[in-house]
């Protein structure tokens, strides 16, 4: 194993191509189980992403993000509605599988990586609800995740200095939501990391931590790389055939509905490997 691939490649002008780059990325490396684990840091500039098991008219104001221009995007993984903006820090992490309990796996150990990175501030996070990590009375970021043979995809956002003002505007929270799936309600109180420290953190700053978190975790050295042209063109198909339709954003076509995406990014798969 070489090492730890970053990634800080990202598109912030288009939220639907940094999600779908995200699910190739992973698809990928479920196909490849020989290739080395990846961190990926990334932004979008406004967006709300809702989970996949969510319905968008129940999680976001719809007619006001239209309005505000901030597009509403689907991920492949499930958990809650997230506002996004260029003071959110989005994280994601790909790995083979190294035990037969995957869930825990990602909730109890690859989790541990972000963690690791808010300890080196000086503060001492905590995991609430399983996918939340809170500091404080309040949640500075959450995660959601998925495995596929053999393969672990955890992924989240950070909370740093995110316009909360627009967050609570845009985001549907309903009490009785948080009162029938019986969650701490640390999970609807938000706080953001810069105002937790009293100071402005920088990208460089934060990213530099995420990485040291990883690392440390994985006992891993990091390089730095690009996408390959493989997870490019994956990531296009994913864009054009899946992130970029309605019927997906809005609508929550089961992945079952796009199985000629998947069948075309096999074939660029098989290409890559004559």
């Known amino acids: 194993m070489k090492g730890l691939r970053v990634l800080l490649f990202e598109t912030p002008h288009d939220p639907y191509f940094n999600l779908a780059l995200e699910e190739?990325?992973?698809?990928?490396?479920?196909?490849?189980?020989?290739?080395?684990?990846?961190?990926?840091?990334?932004?979008?500039?406004?967006?709300?992403?809702?989970?996949?098991?969510?319905?968008?008219?129940?999680e976001v104001k719809l007619d006001l993000a239209e309005n505000l221009g901030i597009a509403v995007v689907r991920r492949f993984t499930g958990g809650g509605a997230v506002y996004h903006d260029l003071g959110n820090i989005n994280y994601a992490i790909v790995i083979d599988q190294r035990s037969n309990d995957p869930l825990n796996e990602l909730y109890?150990?690859?989790?541990?990586?972000?963690?690791?990175?808010?300890?080196?501030?000086?503060?001492?996070?905590?995991?609430?609800?399983?996918?939340?990590?809170?500091?404080?009375?309040?949640?500075?970021?959450?995660?959601?995740?998925?495995?596929?043979?053999?393969?672990?995809?955890?992924?989240?956002?950070?909370?740093?200095s995110t316009n909360l003002d627009v967050l609570t505007r845009v985001l549907k929270i309903s009490e009785k939501k948080l009162a029938d799936k019986k969650v701490n309600s640390v999970k609807y109180r938000v706080r953001l990391l810069e105002d937790i420290l009293g100071r402005k953190i920088t990208f460089s700053e934060i990213v530099e931590k995420i990485i040291r978190g990883?690392?440390?975790?994985?006992?891993?050295?990091?390089?730095?790389?690009?996408?390959?042209?493989?997870e490019i063109e994956a990531a296009k198909i994913l864009y054009e055939e899946k992130y970029k339709k309605e019927k997906w954003n809005l609508g929550r076509s089961p992945s079952s509905d796009f199985?000629?995406?998947?069948?075309?990014?096999?074939?660029?798969?098989?290409?890559?490997?004559?």
């Open 24 to 58: 190739a990325l992973f698809y990928i490396k479920s196909k490849r189980r020989d290739a080395n684990p990846v961190l990926r840091i990334w932004r979008n500039y406004s967006a709300v992403i809702i989970g996949y098991f969510q319905k968008a008219e129940e």
């Open 108 to 160: 109890g150990f690859l989790i541990d990586g972000i963690l690791n990175a808010l300890r080196k501030f000086g503060v001492e996070p905590r995991v609430e609800n399983i996918n939340d990590i809170a500091i404080g009375f309040g949640k500075v970021s959450g995660v959601a995740a998925s495995f596929r043979e053999g393969t672990l995809f955890l992924h989240g956002s950070l909370l740093v």
């Open 214 to 230: 990883y690392c440390d975790l994985l006992n891993l050295k990091p390089y730095y790389d690009m996408p390959e042209k493989l």
């Open 259 to 274: 199985k000629r995406t998947y069948t075309l990014i096999d074939e660029l798969i098989i290409q890559s490997l004559k």
